[in-house]
């Protein structure tokens, strides 16, 4: 089974940029024959997408974060990015990475504050 690794979470003032990474490990897995995924979770709100990309490259986004966030991935490193650009009060909330919709890292605090 694969572990996930997410990073580079932190604070940031509106309208700045972080770039989140997950390194997926655990010999053996085909990291790139699998979706892999961003989601996140605000207090009291539900977990939601927020970009994902399939192993032939297809992409979807939340209508909350289109133009705003890109995700890509680096399948020789086995790590998936997430550059979110123009943060938002909004987008606060905990990100977690995601692997083939059923592997979950542990999350890293996103906090957009002015």
């Known amino acids: 089974q694969a572990q996930l690794v997410e990073s580079g979470g932190g604070l940031v003032q509106p309208g700045g940029s972080l770039r989140l990474s997950c390194a997926a490990s655990g010999t053996g897995i085909m990291f790139s024959f699998y979706t892999m995924g961003w989601y996140r979770q605000a207090p009291g709100k539900e977990r939601e997408l927020v970009a994902d990309?399939?192993?032939?490259?297809?992409?979807n986004y939340a209508d909350s974060v289109k133009g705003r966030f890109t995700i890509s991935r680096d399948n020789a490193k086995k790590t998936v990015y997430l550059q979110m650009n123009s943060l938002k009060p909004e987008d606060t909330a905990i990100y977690y990475c995601n692997l083939d919709r059923r592997v979950w890292g542990q999350g890293t605090q996103v906090t957009v504050s002015s």
């Open positions: 990309m399939s192993a032939s490259g297809t992409t």
